[in-house]
């Protein structure tokens, strides 16, 4: 019963860290360097900061939902299999 729970933990694991890294990949980086600082980019009017923050804030909430996730299988595997 041990190792059938550790194949299913272990697969939930490596699955759950895949999506955290798909998920950290996506976002965009928050620096704009100094060209950014300078001259703006054409998304600094209202729509534009708006529209982005939407898919941001998605793409940041599920990464955080899926960190949590793994740090409760994670622990659940050594609870369950030491």
């Known amino acids: 019963m041990a190792t059938v729970l550790s194949y299913v933990l272990g697969g939930l694991i490596i ?15 928050k620096k704009r360097g100094l060209s950014g ?4 980019t054409s998304a600094d009017s209202f ?3 708006n529209q982005g923050q939407t898919k941001e804030k998605k ?9 949590v996730v793994f740090a409760v299988l ?8 030491s």
């Not at 699955?15 to 980086?29: A, E």
């Not at 994670?74 to 299999?81: D, K, N, R």
């Open 15 to 29: 699955f759950v860290s895949l999506v955290i890294v798909v998920l950290v990949l996506f976002q965009s980086s």
């Open 37 to 40: 600082a300078i001259g703006g």
């Open 47 to 49: 729509f534009g900061k």
């Open 59 to 67: 793409l940041a909430r599920f990464t955080t939902i899926s960190a």
């Open 74 to 81: 994670t622990v659940a595997a050594y609870i369950f299999l």
